[in-house]
């Protein structure tokens, strides 16, 4: 080949670099080289002595020393200056049958040239793959691809500052911090500093910056790392990593928290952030029949969540993380409302819990008066006096709708049973109580008076899906509780069935818990009251109501009756 054919050559990779920047554009990366000074100094990369001479691949050098805007991000010629130096190198390539390696600077899986870059250049134009350099080593602790963007440098370049402060690469493999857009990594470094100040506080003594964060990864970041893989939730987010998630949901739990006034489980916020910011369809679709029913729907004809789906969120709760039970605990200033927080508290006492208390007012200026504080002031030295965490929320609104939304975030709701559903259809249908039993999504400890030391449950079975919830549930506080259970079976008007006792002592011997078997028959609500005087039983554990809404407020039910004629705690289970 010529020198005049090698000068035409170039002219045609010149004419080649306004299509190549369209193409970028159009795919949306970057035409240009990177600057590896640029580079080494966001990525705190350190430069090592050893050179070592290897064939690397041309796809992979991804930037310059010096020359990165002579040339695009393929290697195309960007100054017509550049003729001669690309005209010569070209005639070398093609008769003399090479080149003197070039020397490359190389930063995790790409290089960067700091001689050789018209080399490169006709090597790319001439079709080669590979080339020959003398090859030096830059130390990072942040992984580069062939497929970096200059946009990708602000977030690695955050990560570096991150690693550099926190001394995480210590205790993480870095890969797995990885975020995907930027300013990710600063609510990351200020939940480190205000970990690390807790700890310090916590310890009284002085905490390392290194030792705060590896408690941190431990307490705070692994916990609900393991929420979003027992969830599955990168599933509906393509392309993100689960870092990114621990970030989103983070802060809107940190919103949930400020809108709440409580403290809010991980797994809680989690669940919430996926129901409202999932792009899936169905996730939409989902949103939006839920609006469109609850617009048109009472509150007393909904029929509230399905059987289990509360001890499903529970248990995968108890898997993943660290695992704090949260107890409900609404107040509405009486005296006698006083005895749900007693009972609360002993519940708390035995499940290592916490009480969120919530007090509902009628009116903004109600939130300041002088028995919302009382009621504030009276909680909190109820819960110092027990050992137990415990915060009041104050709110505006109606009492079983805000109940039922606060259920959410805790997993047992302790309400004191003032006004149980009535006897007319009419009054069950507008009872306050009935709705909080249908919509509630959590297990409802209904308390009519004061505290019961709660040694001797008696669980109402009847096999059904509800039921058997309260069975699970139950059982686990016989076995956590060391307490005893008492199973009552009543089949009206024909013989108990022995199948359904038999699968519920089944259940609890499973779990080295022995029941005491009852069989009776007759009314429902007559029977499991005697069986409870009959044992000396001191709470009840049952299911909610077994039929639609509409039926069990004109027909009326055991769990009714029970509510309305006991003086023991209920615990009403879905």
Request: hydrophobic share 40%.
């Amino acid at each position: 080949m010529g020198y005049s054919q090698a000068v035409m050559d170039f002219r045609r990779a010149r004419r080649k670099v306004a299509l190549k920047r369209v193409l970028a554009r159009l795919a949306g990366k970057s035409p240009d080289l990177l600057s590896y000074e640029d580079v080494r100094k966001k990525l705190k990369a350190r430069e090592s002595s050893r050179r070592d001479l290897k064939e690397i691949p041309l796809d992979s050098i991804v930037g310059s020393v010096g020359r990165y805007k002579d040339f695009t991000r393929g290697f195309l010629p960007r100054q017509d200056s550049d003729s001669d130096r690309w005209a010569r190198v070209k005639v070398a390539v093609t008769e003399l049958g090479g080149l003197p390696p070039i020397e490359v600077f190389e930063i995790g899986e790409v290089y960067f040239v700091l001689d050789g870059n018209h080399r490169v250049s006709v090597a790319r134009e001439v079709g080669a793959t590979f080339i020959e350099a003398y090859v030096r080593q830059v130390k990072t602790k942040i992984p580069l691809s062939p497929d970096v963007e200059p946009d990708d440098l602000i977030i690695k370049a955050g990560f570096a500052d991150f690693l550099e402060r926190t001394s995480l690469a210590e205790h993480l493999d870095a890969d797995q911090l990885r975020v995907t857009a930027p300013g990710q990594y600063l609510p990351l470094f200020r939940q480190i500093e205000a970990h690390r100040e807790f700890l310090i506080e916590e310890r009284k003594q002085e905490v390392s910056q290194s030792e705060a964060s590896e408690h941190w990864v431990e307490h705070n970041y692994i916990p609900l790392i393991n929420v979003i893989r027992e969830q599955a939730l990168l599933r509906d987010f393509p392309g993100r990593t689960e870092t990114d998630l621990y970030v989103w949901i983070s802060r809107h739990r940190e919103a949930l928290e400020r809108e709440v006034g409580w403290e809010i489980k991980p797994g809680s916020a989690a669940a919430d952030l996926m129901l409202k910011s999932s792009p899936k369809v169905r996730r939409r679709a989902a949103r939006l029949a839920k609006k469109a029913i609850a617009a048109v729907t009472p509150d007393p004809l909904e029929a509230g969540p399905a059987p289990g789906r509360w001890r499903e969120g529970t248990l995968a709760a108890r898997r993943a993380a660290h695992f704090t039970v949260d107890i409900l605990v609404p107040l509405r200033g009486e005296s006698a409302s006083w005895g749900a927080v007693d009972q609360a508290l002993l519940v708390a006492e035995r499940e290592s819990a916490r009480l969120q208390g919530l007090y509902i007012v009628a009116s903004e200026e109600l939130k300041q008066d002088e028995e919302a504080r009382f009621v504030k002031d009276e909680f909190e030295r109820r819960c110092k006096n027990a050992g137990i965490p415990g915060k009041l929320a104050i709110e505006v609104g109606g009492v079983a709708r805000l109940i039922c939304e606060r259920a959410r975030w805790v997993d047992l709701v302790v309400p004191h049973l003032a006004h149980p559903p009535g006897t007319r259809p009419r009054a069950r249908l507008e009872s306050g109580f009935r709705t909080m039993i249908l919509r509630c999504p959590t297990p409802i400890l209904a308390v009519p008076g004061s505290r019961s030391p709660m040694n001797s449950a008696l669980l109402a079975y009847d096999g059904s899906p509800k039921a058997k919830e309260a069975l699970y549930l139950s059982t686990y506080m016989a076995s956590r509780w060391s307490i005893s259970l008492t199973i009552v079976s009543v089949t009206e008007g024909r013989r108990v069935s022995d199948e359904t006792l038999r699968e519920a002592q089944s259940y609890a011997e499973q779990h080295d818990v022995m029941a005491n078997l009852v069989g009776k028959s007759g009314e429902i609500a007559n029977a499991i009251l005697q069986a409870a005087d009959e044992r000396n039983c001191d709470f009840f554990v049952m299911g909610g109501y077994g039929h639609s809404p509409i039926v069990e407020a004109a027909l009326g039910s055991a769990v009714d009756r029970i509510l309305r004629e006991t003086d023991k705690p209920v615990l009403i289970c879905r």
